[in-house]
């Protein structure tokens, strides 16, 4: 049983303060919030930029470094979790609804609105699944697979507690244990809440467009809150059960359900033209990463608004959900390798994401590309699901989907509300079940509040303004990790029971000084 932190009860009362702020004045709210979106975005833009290609430079160092041999735990500790379970855990809650959501509408966006270029050509057609690429790919899992690494590395290494604040100890020393401390680990706090509520808010959006295809439930504000009122009271119940039964569960359930729905929709839409395009688009893709991560547009207006609206609202995103897919990712990674780690949470994930986005923004291409169809021209919830309606087994896939939206809602949530709670009860990794409710509470709350007040602008609001601060906290965590890297491995012996020489001097001087003590 976790012991509450004071971050928690401080953090519930500027939640509670927000959500009566946006039930009370929604419209003063976001203004607020806008003011301060355009401020970060055109003025640090290039910060957003720099930060996330700096990680994913990080995290292929690590790969490569001499301390890939360093075990996340005691050097006897076992993985806790076999590699598919970790694997679908850390994936349900990396990404989740956003593959769904975005799956067609991502790219179908950028063939008819591409970062630079004519739109509904070939090249656009191309560009859309590059950047769609990027969006999800490498970088996004660089920043979690390293922040994650260092919460594991100090939780299980280090046997200190898993806040975002600890692993700056060797950087600040003792001022983490307080104001400051606790300044970070709100600042982990919110930004947390403003990303997971983004996600719900999305997947309740894609829950009643479903809906209203298939029974043709009204498409409304209303409908949403239900869907949320609902699922909230299942995401909850889950969490309340813990890791190891009712997220592992759930966890396993999407894979299959996930897996189901990308076989279908591989084989029945035009899968030689998929893999083709996706063959393409991909390795262009890894040949021009770099590139593509950062560029901005200094002489071009139009160009720089479409990368403020997508690739700087993406990283802003994957910064705000770092503390929890990173906690969440570190909670059930005990045992494996540095090496083994982040291999495991950058490359296989990213590959994964791609093809998902090439079958599925694909698809959505070759109907209005070749066929000529309008799936540009439908809503970003919707794109799927008008898509379906020109595949065999609509009626099939549209189940299936909404079954997995509906896991991927409370894998995410669930997960969510157990960080939240690791987070605020000194890094317990049995939260009390009363601070999980609260949490879940307090992150549906937030949902209804930026869905009422702006829908997907006011989430991207709320992540870019929060993603600021905890992007230069998350970079002090690499320079304290190398830190404690280089001091691990100049304390470790390099042959065994051979000492260093910085031992056998020291053990020689203390030897000299006990002979002139005896004289």
Known sequence: MG???????????????????????????IQSMNVLQSFFLIRFGWFYQLTATFFLFFAIFLIFSKYGKIKLGKDDDKPEFKRSTWFAMLFSA??????????????????????????????????????????????????????????????????????????????????????????VDMTAVFATIFGVAASLGLGAAQINGGLSYVLGIPNNFITQLTIVAVVTVLFILSASTGVEKGIKYLSNANMVLALLLFVLFLFLGPTIFLMDLFTTTFGTYVQNLLAMGMRLAPFNERNAEWLRSWTIFY??????????????????????TVREFVIAVLIIPSIVCAIWFGVFGGTGIYMEHVLGLDVSGQSLEAALFYVYQHLPLTLLLVIVTLLLIST?????????????????????????????????LTLSASAVILMSSGGLQGF????????????????????????????????????????????????????????????
């Open 315 to 336: 990283w802003a995103w994957w910064i705000a959900w770092a503390p929890f897919v990173g906690t969440f990712i570190a909670r059930v990674s005990k045992g494996r």
């Open 3 to 29: 012991k509450v932190s004071r971050v928690f009860w401080i953090s519930i009362v500027v939640s509670i303060i927000f959500v009566m702020w946006g039930a009370i004045w929604p419209k003063q709210l």
């Open 94 to 183: 990396g990404m989740g609804i956003g593959l769904l959501f975005f799956g067609v509408s991502e790219p179908i966006s950028h063939y008819a609105n591409p970062p630079v270029g004519a739109a509904r050509t070939n090249e656009s057609a191309k560009l859309a699944l590059q950047y769609t690429y990027l969006h999800w790919g490498f970088h996004a899992w660089a920043i979690y697979a390293t922040i994650a690494l260092a919460l594991a590395y100090y939780k299980f290494r280090k046997g200190v507690p898993g806040l975002m604040s600890a692993t700056l100890y060797p950087l600040l020393g003792d001022r983490v244990k307080g104001s400051l401390g606790t300044i």
């Open 408 to 440: 991927f809602f409370i894998t995410s949530a669930d997960s969510a509300t157990f960080v939240l709670g690791m987070m605020t009860t000194f890094g317990s990794l049995n939260p009390p079940n009363f601070v999980k409710i609260a949490w879940g």
């Open 460 to 519: 991207q609001t709320a992540i870019i303004v929060s993603a600021f601060p905890l992007a230069l906290v998350l970079l002090l965590m690499t320079f304290s990790m190398l830190k404690s890297f280089h001091a691990e491995l100049r304390q470790t012996p390099k042959k065994p029971g051979k000492p260093e020489p910085e031992a056998v001097e020291n053990s020689s001087k203390r030897s000299l000084r006990g002979e002139k003590a005896k004289t």
